[in-house]
Nanobody, 121 residues
């Protein structure tokens, strides 16, 4: 199983920055994809950014140029650096990973508990 612990959320003024972290622990062989999703009140959960084991990244159009996703494979940790934050970035941010528990076995997804990010105008 894989446990995810998120940190770094909080309250920030528009134009400010925050850095989210998500550390994975447990018994697994490899974590392939690591994602950040977010869900604002009354809206569906949406993909913010993802990163592969090799470091290839993908971003939602709404955060391109402002957010940067990165990972430390040795620490099984993914980060989301959020700059130039806007009130519309306010949401609960969730970490998601795809993990293989043993070589040649199936891949499963795991979700973090979420961390609140609030951007005031």
């Amino acid at each position: 199983q894989v446990q995810l612990v998120e940190s770094g959320g909080g309250l920030v003024q528009a134009g400010g920055s925050l850095r989210l972290s998500c550390a994975a622990s447990g018994r697994f062989f490899r974590i392939s994809v690591m994602d950040w999703y977010r869900q604002a009140p009354g809206k569906q959960r949406e993909l913010v950014a993802d990163i592969t084991y090799g470091g290839s990244t993908n971003y939602a159009d709404s955060v391109k140029g402002r957010f940067t996703i990165s990972r430390d494979n040795a620490k099984n940790t993914v980060y989301l650096q959020m700059n130039s934050l806007k009130p519309e970035d306010t949401a609960v941010y969730y970490c998601r990973v795809e993990a293989t528990l043993a070589p040649g076995r199936s891949t499963y997804q795991y979700w973090g508990q979420g961390t609140q990010v609030t951007v005031s105008s």
